[in-house]
T-cell receptor
Framework: KAGVTQTPRYLIKTRGQQVTLSCSPISGHRSVSWYQQTPGQGLQFLFEYFSETQRNKGNFPGRFSGRQFSNSRSEMNVSTLELGDSALYLC?????????????FGEGSWLTVV | GESVGLHLPTLSVQEGDNSIINCAYSNSASDYFIWYKQESGKGPQFIIDIRSNMDKRQGQRVTVLLNKTVKHLSLQIAATQPGDSAVYFCAENPPNSGGYQKVTFGTGTKLQVIP
């Protein structure tokens, strides 16, 4: 069974641009969540989607958004990029997203903002 | 490979010894706790979990202990191997998550296994 797949793996963007990251969950998993990982703030929860609906959201500005498609694939978007948005963005999937579901992470997308 | 988290506490352990990684969690009402392992250049990997109605859970070579009185979690790794070298994160699912995942991660501990 294929794991969580994230694309692109690496990207460099300029301040003020926007970026879209993609995530394909494990087959059969309907919950997708996103995390940001930085040296200063560690791993922080961004949002979680299930059946195309956002169920939980972390403490990030509105520049960070996401969506989920009917096939459970998900995208996240960051608009008006800032230098501080440079991070590893991790996508994770689980069967239903209920507490107690094992969460499986992808390898992440490394975003550098210059 | 790449790594995130340049200023982590480090635990150095001799190969074959047992490792104990400690974690203080923040929310006394959290009901679910998880340990993850993150190797350089990879996403976090689930190791073991425990619910708040338990105080101990064992897996293969790993044991998680939960002390709710002092909001403390520990991960014990038996017979530590070089492949155990990684950053270890404890995580909790807080009560305001509506029963869904909104995992809060600790800062991480780097485990260095000395051959």
């Amino acid at each position: 069974k294929a794991g969580v797949t994230q694309t692109p793996r690496y990207l460099i963007k300029t301040r003020g641009q926007q970026v879209t990251l993609s995530c394909s969950p494990i087959s059969g998993h309907r919950s997708v969540s996103w995390y940001q990982q930085t040296p200063g703030q560690g791993l922080q929860f961004l949002f979680e989607y299930f059946s195309e609906t956002q169920r939980n959201k972390g403490n990030f500005p509105g520049r960070f958004s996401g969506r989920q498609f009917s096939n459970s694939r998900s995208e996240m978007n960051v608009s008006t990029l800032e230098l501080g948005d440079s991070a590893l963005y991790l996508c994770a999937s689980s069967p239903t997203g209920a507490t107690g579901n094992t969460i499986y992470f992808g390898e992440g997308s490394w975003l550098t903002v210059v | 490979g790449e790594s995130v988290g340049l200023h982590l506490p480090t635990l150095s352990v001799q190969e074959g010894d047992n490792s104990i990684i400690n974690c203080a969690y923040s929310n006394s009402a959290s009901d679910y706790f998880i340990w993850y392992k993150q190797e350089s250049g990879k996403g976090p990997q689930f190791i073991i979990d425990i619910r708040s109605n338990m105080d101990k859970r064992q897996g293969q070579r790993v044991t998680v202990l939960l002390n709710k009185t002092v909001k403390h979690l520990s991960l014990q790794i038996a017979a530590t191997q070089p492949g155990d070298s990684a950053v270890y994160f404890c995580a909790e699912n807080p009560p305001n998550s509506g029963g869904y995942q909104k995992v809060t991660f600790g800062t991480g501990t780097k485990l260095q296994v000395i051959p």
